[in-house]
C-alpha cells in the first residue's frame, strides 16, 4: 500500500495563484490538488498558518563524493539539503575520481542511491579530450565546463577544445565562466602579500563579462543550450538581457546577491569564493536581473571546505561556501523584506531549475508531479547557527545571520525527509529523470 499524506489547510503556492487547499501526496505523486476534506489518507497534517511549496531545486552543488569526504558527502549534503527545504540538488563534477566518463557518472549514481535522502542528478564534466564520453552519457542534466580554474583543476579554456565541446556534443552545457588570462594578469600586476581583499582585484568583473561573452558566443554559434552559473556582475546581467532565451539561462548565488566585497573585512576567507563577490552595485544588477528576466534561477554553489581549511593565509586558503541548507531560508528572509514575492522565490528556485535541466515531474504542485514539496513558517524568526548546521563542514557564513521565513517540514518522494527538526537517515532519494527532448526553459513555461 502507498503511503498517502493529506496536507490541509495551507497556502499552496500552485503554477498560477496561491490559494488555501489541501493537498494529496499518493506514493511519490502528487495525487490531487484541492481534495476533499474527507478524503482518507495515512496521514492528515493539518497546516493552517503555513505555505506549502514546490520543494527547491538546486542546480550546483558540491558534495565532494567520491574522494573529498572529509569536506562533505553524499550523506551529509543531501541531509543538509533536507533540512533546507532542497529536495533536488544536481551535482558538479570535481570530485576525486573528476565525472568525466560515463563510467565515473554511472559509480556516482549508484553511491547517491545508498546515501542521498533527497533526490539527485549528476553532471559529466569536459576535458580537453572526452568528448566521447560526454556522448557516452544519458543519465545526466548535461555537461559542466570550468572555464575558469577553481577547485580541483578541471580547466578547459583554449578554443580548439572548446570548439570541440560545443560543437560535438548534444547535451545541454553549463559553465564557470572567469577569463583565465585576465585572472593571471590580474594576479600577475599585484605585489605580495595578498590578501583575500586582493579576491576581487584578482577575479574581477572583466574575467567575468570576458568569458560569459565569450561561452555565449560559443553556444550561439554551435546552436546549443547554454547556462551560465553563478553570475556575479552588473556587466554580465547586460549581457544575459540580449540574448535568445531559447538558448542562454544564467543563475543568481545567495553569496552573490546577499553579500559583496565589503564584507572580506568581517568574513575573511570565509567569504573566499569564485567567482568571487563583486560590489553593492552589482548585487543590485542582480536582483534586477531577476526581476526582469535576464536570470531565471537562484541556486547555491555549495561549495564545503572544513573551517581549517579556510583559515589557510591567502591565496593558500580555497573558495567556496556552504549554502544548501541557508538558502531557502535567506531567500524567504527576503520575501520578507520585501525584496521579491513567494511566487518569485518558487520561479527561481523551483520552476525555473526544472524547466532549464528538462526534470521531468519537478518544480509544481500539480497532479501527477513528483510529491516534493516543503511547508514553510514565513514568520518564524531565529539566527544561522554554525553548531546547528548539518553539512559536514559545520559553518556558514551568515552564522549569527536573524532570518524570518524557514522551513517546517520537508517531503520528498512522497517521504518526510525533514520534520520536527529531525532528518530521515534512511536513503530515500531518487534519481531525477531528463528528458532533454523537452526543449528547455522557455520551451516548457506555460505564461
Ligand atoms: O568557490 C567555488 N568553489 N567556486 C567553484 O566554482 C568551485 C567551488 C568548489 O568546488 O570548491
Redesign the pocket.
Known sequence: MRYRTLIRNAAVVLPGETARTSVLLDGGRIAAVDAAAHTRADEVVDAAGLHLMPGVIDDQV?FRDPGLTHKEDLRTGSRACAAGGVTSFLE?P?TVPQTVTAEALAAKLALAARRSVVNYGFYIGATADNLDELNRAARTPGIKIFMGS???NMLVDDQESLEAVFAGTTLPIAA?CEDEGTVRANRAALDPPLTVHDHTRIRDHRAAAVATRRAIGLARRHRRRFHVLHVSTAGEVEILAGQPQDLVTAEACPHHLLLDAADYARLGTLAQ??PSLKTAADREALWRGLREGAIQIVAT?H?P?TLEEKGAPYPAS???VPAVETVLPLMLNEVNRGHCTLRDLVAWMCDGPARIWDMVGKGRIEEGYDADVVLVDMEAERAVRNEEQRTKCGWSPWHGTVLKGWPVRTWAGGRTVFADGRVERKPVGGEIVFDHALGGYWATRDE
Open positions: 558540491h558538479m570535481n577553481s577547485t580541483g564557470h569564493m569564485n554553489d561549495a571546505h580555497p573558495s567556496g
